[in-house]
């Protein structure tokens, strides 16, 4: 599947911008709770678990699975003429959660809305495409859609996976839902940082103290991009960790964490964040049913 033309990229890049202001300031909230979804836990601010970038992430090559949950349906509007980061799948950013790594890597894979049409999305400093009389785009995206092709319900079950890698001078990146294989398509390496490397203090980030919009089962971030035929089945049989797994989170594994409010984590005041390897959760997280156990509901 080719990627979108170029008008259409020009509108995504002033979108992706929008996009990242309203993440960070929780705004755009959709006017009234979708019916069918589980209460939210009450609180100011959202929850992220937080691991060391090194070890549990490689930006050369690797898949990231999740079974979420939305808060909301395809149709809910978040407000006309706006958008913003539903559910922040990871991210990985620089100990003060800066949003750029030590060495000036930057890696996100979120789902959003803009302007009622919902999105999948990975983006990256590592990759850029040039775009005449534009600055570059380092994002790659498409429309969700249901494997049945029925827009997607809050309370509902579904699976997400991106895969992403390097091959020369070009990466290969591949997005899915629901097993399925939304869109592929190679993006050229960042001239100045296509070879960013991970530093021992980049944080690696499930979720957003800002705000997220759904619940999360399990996830599972892979050592190599997985094929089209290892995704589909595991959302079949469910993920599990293997041979291949950097890291593998569920209800079950962040009930054990260490905890931290999610102010720490937003850190205003540019303070040194340092994380264990296994992991904190910053913010609250409710423990509730998901497709095949236990799931975590973020609040909203």
Request: overall charge positive; some cysteine.
């Amino acid at each position: 599947m080719t990627m979108t033309t170029r008008g259409t990229c020009r509108r995504f890049f002033l979108f992706s911008a929008l996009v990242a202001g309203l993440a960070a300031t929780g705004e755009a909230a959709p006017k009234k709770a979708p019916k069918g979804s589980a209460k939210a836990a009450a609180g100011k601010y959202s929850a992220a678990v937080v691991f060391p970038a090194k070890g549990n992430f490689d930006p050369d090559q690797g898949t990231v699975e999740m079974v979420f949950s939305p808060s909301y349906s395809a149709a809910d509007n978040m407000g006309t003429g706006s958008g913003m980061t539903t559910f922040r799948v990871l991210s990985v950013s620089g100990p003060k959660a800066t949003g750029r790594g030590e060495d000036g890597l930057s890696w996100n894979v979120s789902i959003g809305q803009w302007q009622t049409g919902n999105y999948l999305s990975i983006s990256s400093s590592r990759f850029e495409r040039p775009i005449a009389y534009q600055p570059p785009i380092n994002y790659f995206t498409c429309g969700i859609k249901t494997a049945n092709g029925a827009p997607f319900k809050a309370g509902e079950w579904y699976s997400f996976a991106a895969s992403w890698a390097r091959t020369g001078t070009n990466y290969v990146l591949s997005l899915y839902f629901d097993g399925k294989c939304m869109t592929k398509n190679t993006m050229p390496m960042s001239s100045i940082f296509g070879t960013a490397a991970l530093d021992p203090k980049d944080l690696l980030i499930i979720g957003n103290p800002h705000v997220m919009r759904g619940s999360l089962e399990c996830l599972r971030i892979s050592k190599k991009a997985r094929t089209p035929a290892e995704i589909a089945a595991a959302d079949k049989a469910g993920l599990v960790k293997d041979a291949d797994t950097l890291l593998f989170i569920d209800a079950a594994s962040v009930a054990k964490m260490k905890t931290k409010s999610a102010e720490d984590l937003i850190n205003r005041e540019g303070k040194m964040i340092r994380v264990p390897p296994e992991g904190v959760l910053f913010g609250k997280v409710e423990y509730i049913q998901g497709r095949k156990g236990k799931a975590m509901e973020f609040p909203r």
